[in-house]
């Protein structure tokens, strides 16, 4: 996968999907289907997207015992996704075993998806981590040592805020994926989200992709806004 931005179709239905789509001239683009469309429209989605020629990120944030997510990761390499994730609170024994599902499951002669390890939510707080979580750290402590865990575990990235990508590049390794959410233009609402930047911050924080999901799909004018997104992004 390329590093345009990865636009999240928050959607729950292929209508939706195919008209929001219209909008864009057909070219290539990186697209992240997530819980809400894929639990409601399932593998054939993907099928419809990937014959379009979108590389697609599968969000579905797998969280299990090692066996069973080592058998759903089998699976999932099987559809043809070219990225996916699961929690990295999961632990190491299941992110090894995630690993090893997706080389099973990739057909020969093609690329095994890249493997993403969530590392603390861009919804999450100090506050949340503290009281809820009761975790004996920061957040930024909490999401530095995810990222250790996850490197350390064969996953591919993370998923983190761009509040912590430099150090995650800096730490681990450039090649190291740090995919960001929570990307806002200047005048957006930030909605739920809580460590949310915009496209040229991530840039200059060291993100090495950007999702982006309601600043375009609930945009009047999405495709103008994704070129702006992507002009932000770029440095252009
Ligand atoms: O609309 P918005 O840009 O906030 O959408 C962000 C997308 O990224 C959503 O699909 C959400 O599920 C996803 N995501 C996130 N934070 C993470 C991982 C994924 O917001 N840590």
């Not at 195919?18 to 001239?25: A, M, T, V």
Request: aromatic share 6%; with cysteine.
């Amino acid at each position: 996968m390329d590093n345009k931005p990865i636009i999240a179709l928050d959607f729950s239905t292929k209508q939706e999907v195919r008209k929001f789509l219209e909008q864009f001239p057909s070219e290539s683009l990186n697209l992240k289907i997530g819980m809400e469309l894929f639990y409601q429209q399932g593998p054939e989605m993907l099928y419809e997207l990937k014959t379009q020629g979108h590389d697609l990120f599968l969000d579905i944030k797998l969280h299990d015992i090692p066996t069973t997510v080592r058998k759903a990761m089998k699976g999932l390499a099987s559809l043809g996704v070219d990225m996916v994730n699961l929690h990295a609170a999961g632990g190491r024994k299941m992110m090894e075993a995630a690993k090893e599902g997706l080389t099973a499951g990739t057909p020969a002669g093609q690329n095994s998806p890249i493997l993403l390890a969530v590392t603390q939510l861009t919804s999450t707080t100090e506050q949340m981590i503290q009281e809820e979580q009761r975790l004996a750290c920061s957040l930024e402590e909490s999401v530095l040592h995810y990222a250790e865990l996850a490197k350390a575990s064969g996953a591919d990235g993370v998923v983190c805020s761009v509040l912590e990508a430099e150090k995650i590049k800096k730490t681990i390794a450039p090649t190291f994926y740090r995919v960001t959410p929570g990307i806002r233009l200047a005048k957006d609402d930030t909605n739920d989200q809580h460590r949310v930047a915009d496209p040229k911050t991530a840039r200059i924080s060291g993100a090495s992709h950007i999702v982006v999901g309601r600043t375009i799909t609930q945009s009047t004018v999405p495709f103008k806004t994704y070129q702006t997104v992507l002009k932000e992004w770029k440095g252009e």
